[in-house]
Each structure stands twice: as structure tokens, then as C-alpha cells.
T-cell receptor, first 112, second 115 residues
């Protein structure tokens, strides 16, 4: 079974600084997708960024980028120029042939 | 994209009773998903609901406890039956529009507290 591990239960960063959230996963599949979802206090889960495993190029969405290391099964999220609105729970997720599997989450706090 | 609404947004229920949660999507979708998020925890898939067929339940979840209906392509319900305090969680429904590997869109969740 696939597992997703987020080793940082909590992270904090100063506003305008950069922060990196870690995620590792375990799978025997070669074709899969990786995601970062954000869950703010309002509870609405929102997709932040998505990576296809067969693509070597790291995905980027504005201030959000990933460092995808397929051999190491690592998928970290970098948030640049952190903003107060970035404060949320961040979940790393994996999807192979079947269901979406989520990590335990990292609570990100932005310090003004 | 998809806009998903859930009712109720929250409820407080007594042990032994049942609660039905509704999920409405603004477009027709093949599969709808129900998740449970226990306090401070991650999301765990309960079941996948396809229109016109029985829901597929994940390990640890059974139909008698979590019956699901899927009467059409825009609506689903999840019932939490014979509730106990351990059922206190946030329940979320979601859909994906692009199939495997695509973005999943989530409802705002239903916060359930069982006394």
C-alpha cells in the first residue's frame, strides 16, 4: 500500500520569507501523480500544485514550486514570499492506480 | 472547476442516533468521494460513490455504518449510523472532473460532534 509521510507537523515562517514543506512517499508504481493541497481554517481544501511522475520538470504555480526527486521518493513544496493568507494545513497526496492517499499534514503559520 | 455544497455544515448529535449528510455538485460527475477527517488528522477515504451502482467502501468502513446514496450525477448522501463519540469528525465529499490524476474538488465539510 502507498504511504505518504510529512515529517513536519508544524512550521512557521516570517512574512515575505521562503519556507519548504517536506513530503516523502512509498510506492512500487511507476505511473502516479503527486499533489499539495491547502486547507485553511475555513476547511475548504484547495489544490495548490500537481506533479506528474513521468515529468522531470518541477511544477510551478506562481509563488509555489515543488522539488520532485523521483528516485528518493521526495516531493517538497516551496512557498516563496510567504503571505498571511498562506497560513493553513498543507497536505501532500499521492495517487497511483487507485485512490488518493494523504499525508498527515503540516500546519503552516505565517508570522507578520 | 466544480462548486460543492454540503448540508449541514455542522451538527451536534446524541449517541445512538443517525445523521445524513448531503452533498450537491454544480455539474454532473461520475464519481463522488466521501472522506473522514478526525480532529487534527488527515483525510481518510470512506467510500467512492458511482451513480447507479453500489458504493465501494475502503477497508475499515462498512455499508451498515456508513450507507451512501447516489441517486443522480449531481447529488449524494452519506449517513453516519448509530453514532458514538468516536464518529466525531469532519466529513467531506469531493469529486474529480478529469479522472485519475486530476484535481479533486472538495466540499466545505460537515463538522459532526457526537455526545
Amino acid at each position: 500500500a502507498q504511504t505518504v509521510t510529512q515529517s513536519q507537523p508544524e512550521m512557521s515562517v516570517q512574512e515575505a520569507e521562503t519556507v519548504t514543506l517536506s513530503c516523502t512517499y512509498d510506492t512500487s508504481e511507476s505511473d502516479y501523480y503527486l499533489f499539495w493541497y491547502k486547507q485553511p481554517p475555513s476547511r475548504q481544501m484547495i489544490l495548490v500544485i500537481r506533479q506528474e511522475a513521468y515529468k522531470q520538470q518541477n511544477a510551478t504555480e506562481n509563488r509555489f514550486s515543488v522539488n520532485f526527486q523521483k528516485a528518493a521518493k521526495s516531493f517538497s513544496l516551496k512557498i516563496s514570499d510567504s503571505q498571511l493568507g498562506d497560513a493553513a494545513m498543507y497536505f501532500c497526496a499521492f495517487q497511483g492506480a487507485q485512490k488518493l492517499v494523504f499525508g498527515q499534514g503540516t500546519r503552516l503559520t505565517i508570522n507578520p | 472547476s466544480a462548486v460543492i455544497s454540503q448540508k449541514p455544515s455542522r451538527d451536534i448529535c446524541q449517541r445512538g442516533t443517525s445523521l445524513t449528510i448531503q452533498c450537491q455538485v454544480d455539474s454532473q460527475v461520475t464519481m463522488m468521494f466521501w472522506y473522514r477527517q478526525q480532529p487534527g488528522q488527515s483525510l481518510t477515504l470512506i467510500a467512492t460513490a458511482n451513480q447507479g451502482s453500489e458504493a465501494t467502501y475502503e477497508s475499515g468502513f462498512v455499508i451498515d455504518k456508513f450507507p451512501i446514496s447516489r441517486p443522480n450525477l449531481t447529488f449524494s448522501t452519506l449517513t453516519v449510523s448509530n453514532m458514538s463519540p468516536e464518529d466525531s469528525s469532519i466529513y467531506l465529499c469531493s469529486v474529480d472532473l478529469g479522472g485519475r490524476g486530476g484535481e479533486q474538488f472538495f466540499g466545505p465539510g460537515t463538522r459532526l460532534t457526537v455526545l
